[in-house]
Antibody, heavy 120, light 110 residues
Framework: EVQLVQSRPEVKKPGTTVKISCKVS????????IHWLQQAPGKGLEWVGL????????RYAEKFQGRVTITADTSIDTVYMERSSLRADDTATYYC?????????????WGQGTRVTVSS | SYGLTQPPSVSVSPGQTARITCSGD??????AFWYQQKPGQAPVLLIY???QRPSGIPERFSGSSSGTTVSLTITGVQAEDEADYYC?????????????FGGGTKLTVL
């Protein structure tokens, strides 16, 4: 059974950095990209970026470029997303997600979400 | 442009048919996907590659595509279908792929 298990909620002050994790199990970690998505309270889904666990290559949405870093640790099948210089409008639930090859490039497997609250 | 446009809300009575549209310039070239999201939960994939239904998704959910518009149709809406629905597709900036979502449509079952 494929599972993506994310780290616990975080509360951070503006200007600081948060790093959240996504532990993958149930398939070969290096087979598929892992994506991160943002959902601000009451808002829609936005694609943040991805990592290819096989080689560590990353791609980021233009909106998030410069304030997000996504990494993969193949020794523990875990992906991380670090967001820096946090602002109040970074308050959101962040999801990691990956595909099921049977269904093309759709986001099929999702983590449970990690709520990040940025508040002074 | 890379945006996908959905109506903010759709309302329908139980047993009726709901249709949610999604428009975008890249849709003739890229597959579309549809997700359902209920409060406090992660999204669930409903439709992939414009019109295919994953295993376990009820037959009342169907997808179609025409030019720059894709549609999600729910035939015989049930109370449990009240949720937010998102379309998603890919695009290419010329240097790399990006993944794009529509703004979401809130389906209200009257």
């Amino acid at each position: 059974e494929v599972q993506l298990v994310q780290s616990r909620p975080e509360v951070k002050k503006p200007g600081t950095t948060v790093k959240i994790s996504c532990k993958v199990s149930g398939y070969t970690f290096t087979d598929h990209y892992i994506h991160w998505l943002q959902q601000a309270p009451g808002k829609g889904l936005e694609w943040v970026g991805l990592v290819d666990p096989e080689n560590g290559e990353t791609r980021y949405a233009e909106k998030f470029q410069g304030r997000v870093t996504i990494t993969a640790d193949t020794s523990i099948d875990t992906v991380y997303m670090e967001r820096s210089s946090l602002r109040a409008d970074d308050t959101a639930t962040y999801y990691c997600a990956t595909i099921n090859a049977a269904y093309g490039s759709a986001f099929y497997y999702w983590g449970q979400g990690t709520r990040v609250t940025v508040s002074s | 442009s890379y945006g996908l446009t959905q109506p903010p809300s759709v309302s329908v009575s139980p047993g009726q048919t709901a249709r949610i549209t999604c428009s975008g310039d890249a849709l003739p070239k890229q597959y579309a996907f549809w997700y359902q999201q209920k409060p406090g939960q992660a999204p669930v994939l409903l439709i992939y590659k414009d019109s295919q239904r994953p295993s376990g998704i009820p037959e009342r959910f169907s997808g179609s595509s025409s030019g720059t518009t894709v549609s999600l149709t729910i035939t015989g809406v049930q109370a449990e279908d009240e949720a937010d629905y998102y379309c998603q597709s890919g695009d290419n900036t010329g240097t790399h792929e990006i993944w794009v979502f529509g703004g979401g449509t809130k389906l209200t079952v009257l």
